[in-house]
Structure formats: structure tokens, C-alpha cells
């Protein structure tokens, strides 16, 4: 079953990311798709700094670049470097932009994530900085709310049904999915498949989290 399409308008939705992010990269000092991969044709993928901002490029097509504006670098960071066996709806070949509808959604998906990651390589938690990143949407994107309509979309550790999902409908042109979130329930977020779709990307606060032996971060702005 194919979900409907909802036409999302948004001009605000949070996204946070570990803070050793570069603000300013290659995407957003090139003018065009084409001054970029005119660099990859000179480089000839040699360059190891180059290789690294690059990262799952090639599986982009080249009309879905976002170049030239300012945070484009971190837009295409979300695509070309994504995480090891992928999130709920994208895989780990491509990644994707998630973002949370409010603040407080994004912290508790971030948080989790981050927990996430100091369990599989059996650290304690402790703590990590994080940057807030600021955009808007104007698109149609399929609607999976709420999550008790579309459970095995939602399940809070498979991503089995919700990855074979969205690969059918990232293969069929989709713009993304916008779905209930498992860590915050009630509150919403979404998933863009396109770069290009992701507006006005702006530097938000930064924030700290911090465990300190808790099961839940404690959430500190950083002035």
C-alpha cells in the first residue's frame, strides 16, 4: 500500500547534528552542479579531503545537487555520508535529510541516536555537542500518521518495513515521507529524499547533552 501524499508547507523544522560538522564546505563554494563535478573530474577522486566531503555522491543524480547556497555543504553531508545499516527510512548507501517539526522532537530523536552510538561500541554515554540547523519545506511528501495506522513503519528498533518502503518510493521520484516520531510520540517529523528540496538552511544554537550515568541526556544551551 502506497501512503497519500500531504502537501507539507513549513517554514520552520529543527534538525541537530554532532557540532564537528564543517559549516562551510565544497557545495557551497561551487556556483553549479556542473563546477562540481568538473573538480571530481580534475581531481579524479584521488583527493582524500575531496573523497571525504564527496562521500555516496555518484548515487546521487547530478539535477539533485544542492550548490552554491549557503549550508549546502551540510545539506549534502546528510546524503553522501550516511550511517552504518542506514536510519528508519533511508539505507546505508544513501542517506537522507531528517528534520523534526519542533525543537524539543529533534533533541529526543538526536539524543537517542547519539545513545545509540556510544552502546555499539560499548562506551558509557557522557556527553557531545550539538548544532541546530534551521530549514523549511514546500513539497508533497507521503503521510504515515499516525504511527498506531502504520505500526511496522514505527517499530522503536526495525527499520526492516520502513527502509523497503522508502526505497520504493525514493525509486519512484518521491520527494519524502512525513511519519509520527518513536522517540517523542504525538510530535511529528519528516524525511526528504532530494537535497534540493531542503529551503533557507540556517545555523540554529548549539546544545550539549549530557548522561552522567542517566538513561536520558540532559539538554544544555550553549551560549
Known sequence: MTPPLRRIVRRRTHRLVPSRYPAVGIFDAVARPEDLAAIIDLEGWTND??????????????????????????????????????????????GAWYAAFELRTAHREAAHRRRREFEEVRRVPSRVQMREYVAGFRAAFHDVRPASRWPRLHHPTSYRDSQRLAARLRAGGAAGIVYESVRDPGRHCLVAFRPRLVLSVRQGAHFEYRWDGAAEAAVRRIA
Open 49 to 94: 579531503r575531496l573523497q571525504a566531503e564527496l562521500g555516496q555522491l555518484p548515487l546521487l543524480p547530478q539535477g539533485e545537487w544542492l550548490v552554491g547556497v549557503s549550508n549546502a555543504s551540510v545539506v549534502m553531508a546528510a546524503f553522501c555520508h550516511p550511517a552504518p545499516g542506514g536510519a528508519r527510512f533511508s539505507s546505508a548507501e544513501l
